[in-house]
Every structure is written in C-alpha cells, then in structure tokens.
C-alpha cells in the first residue's frame, strides 16, 4: 500500500502507547501524522517541537495519567488545538470532568471514523481551508489556515517554537524586541530556561529561512531582535 501523503498532524496523549500503535498506524495510512506520549515531559516536549493540528486523549486504559491533564490543557490554551477523545464503552466521567473536547468514539473504535470526524473537526475549525490569512514578506510566505511557511515556492519545515517565532517577529516587522519579551510571548510567561533559548532559535530560524539573497531578522547588540521592516 503506497503511503498517503501527510495532510494533518495529530498529538496523541496515552498512559499506554503500545496500545494506541494499530491506530496510529491506520492514521497515518489515511494522512496524518502521529505523535504520541505517555508522561508529561514527553508530551510538553512533542508539543513545543511539533507543528501539531489537534490533541487526541486516550482514556481507554482506564483513566488518563491525571499528570497529564493540566500539560493538555495549557497545550490547548496556548495553541487553540482541538480535542479528540478515545472512550471506553464502560460508563466514563471524563465528559463530564469538564475537559473541553471537540469530539469523541467510543472502544472498540473504528480508524476511518475517527479520521473522518477528526477531519470534520479540522474543517470546522478552518484549519482545511482553499483560502486562508496569510503573511507576507518578499518571497516568504506564512500560511496561517496551515501552518506552512513557503520561501521561494518551496516548503520549509519548522519546529513548532520556529514557527511561533517566526510569525510573532513577522507580525510585528520593524519593532526590536528583548530577549525577555520574546520569551515571554512565544515561550510563555513561566518558561524556566534562560534566554540563550531565544539565540539558539533565532540562529536555527535564519538557518532555514535566510541566504545570500534572503535577510529577515535582523540583530541589535544589547536590544534584541527584530524583523525587517523593508525589503
């Protein structure tokens, strides 16, 4: 069977992965890319690295590892990521727990289903749209209905904090912002790392997006960064 081209990006929060493996395969079969993690960590990390399109919440084996709730949900305040539940047929509380869910299916459950209505999700959401918001700067291209950054008419693939990075500097052209500040909007006012974090990313960032014909992101030496405002 050929591979169906990746279209949609899928977290997957389990207590156990092993048992989520037969979906995630199925899935990724009918396009979409799977992520999937079992404790906290691994899941804060998949979602900082990830360009992700919905969270998905296996609750099957038994109940979710409590430790993993408050991590879905700041992941869902801080990206807007709908919720897909994966229910046991036994009576489940977790509808009820007031965790908002976008949808769910019931075990044993149905992988073309699922992938149907997680894409009927996604289309409601508008993040499948023919036409969407977008910025521009030159030849660099934020499609912000899909998270897809063009340069040149080619796809460059980004981190999730790459991509956050980018789109806050290129909507804010011109303005320098501090290490702090940045930080601070895209990483989140209670990240513990330092700040090198955002020189790490920047220089990853230019990596992948600029060239001897392509400068966007410019340095001001003890200010900060900011994105150019001219072309």
């Known amino acids: 069977m050929i591979k169906a081209r990746t279209l949609f990006r899928l977290l997957i929060a389990a207590s156990n992965t092993r048992q989520i493996q037969k979906l995630s395969s199925e899935l990724t079969q009918d396009g979409f890319a799977c992520y999937s993690a079992s404790d906290e960590e691994s899941l804060a990390c998949l979602a900082s690295e990830q360009i992700l399109d919905l969270i998905m919440i296996d609750t099957t084996d038994s109940l979710i590892n409590p430790a993993l709730l408050p991590v879905i949900r700041k992941i869902k305040t801080d990206t807007s990521l709908p919720a897909f539940a994966l229910l046991p047929r036994e009576k489940n509380d977790f509808l009820d727990s007031g965790f908002p869910v976008d949808d769910f299916a019931i075990e044993p459950w149905d992988a073309i289903e699922i992938a149907l209505r997680t894409?009927?999700?996604?289309?409601?959401?508008?993040?499948?749209?023919?036409?969407?918001?977008?910025?521009?700067?030159?030849?660099?291209?934020?499609?912000?209905?899909?998270?897809?950054?063009?340069?040149?008419?080619?796809?460059?693939?980004?981190?999730?904090?790459?991509?956050?990075?980018?789109?806050?500097?290129?909507?804010?052209?011109?303005?320098?912002?501090?290490?702090?500040?940045?930080?601070?909007?895209?990483?989140?006012?209670?990240?513990?790392?330092?700040?090198?974090?955002?020189?790490?990313?920047?220089?990853?960032?230019?990596?992948?997006?600029?060239?001897?014909?392509?400068?966007?992101?410019?340095?001001?030496?003890?200010?900060?960064?900011?994105?150019?405002?001219?072309?």
């Open 119 to 231: 894409k009927r999700i996604l289309q409601l959401r508008k993040i499948i749209s023919p036409t969407g918001q977008s910025l521009k700067h030159a030849d660099l291209i934020i499609y912000l209905d899909k998270c897809q950054v063009m340069l040149d008419n080619k796809q460059i693939i980004l981190t999730f904090k790459e991509y956050q990075l980018l789109k806050f500097l290129m909507n804010n052209k011109g303005k320098v912002f501090s290490r702090e500040i940045l930080l601070e909007k895209v990483w989140g006012w209670d990240y513990y790392g330092g700040d090198r974090t955002v020189d790490v990313h920047i220089r990853r960032l230019r990596g992948k997006i600029e060239d001897k014909n392509h400068i966007f992101i410019e340095t001001f030496r003890g200010m900060g960064y900011s994105f150019k405002d001219s072309i």
